[in-house]
């Protein structure tokens, strides 16, 4: 079991950058597979970035393509959004979110993660 807890989030204006952290509990991080997900009022749970247990395969959504690097540091049991070129339309809650058994590839679906965290808002302003 792994316990997710996000933070980094914030109020940055269009063009502007923040680094989203997600931090786990537990010694065995590397055995999961992390996506982020965000959600904006009224929308559905978007799919935003995913990566392996090692780093070696990542995937975007098309929307940040470009704009947003997902990475990980086992050392530290933590995953990080860097999140570039940020759009008022990137404004929602992001999620992160982990499961053992996407360790060796990556999925776009929220259904494939058990472990969620308790979400931090990302606000960009016009």
């Known amino acids: 079991q792994v316990q997710l807890v996000e933070s980094g989030g914030g109020l940055v204006q269009a063009g502007g950058s923040l680094r989203l952290s997600c931090a786990a509990s537990?010694?065995?991080?590397?055995?999961?597979?992390m996506g982020w997900f965000r959600q904006a009022p009224g929308k559905e749970r978007e799919f935003v970035a995913a990566i392996n247990w090692i780093g070696s395969s990542t995937n975007y959504a098309d929307s940040v393509k470009g704009r947003f690097t997902i990475s990980r540091d086992n050392a530290k049991n933590t995953a990080y959004l860097q999140m570039n070129s940020l759009k008022p339309e990137d404004t929602a809650i992001y999620y992160c979110?982990?499961?053992?058994?996407?360790?060796?590839?990556?999925?776009?679906?929220?259904?494939?993660?058990?472990?969620w965290g308790q979400g931090t808002q990302v606000t960009v302003s016009s």
């Open positions: 537990g010694r065995t991080f590397s055995r999961y597979g």
């Open positions: 979110a982990a499961d053992q058994n996407i360790k060796f590839t990556t999925s776009m679906k929220p259904i494939d993660y058990e472990y």
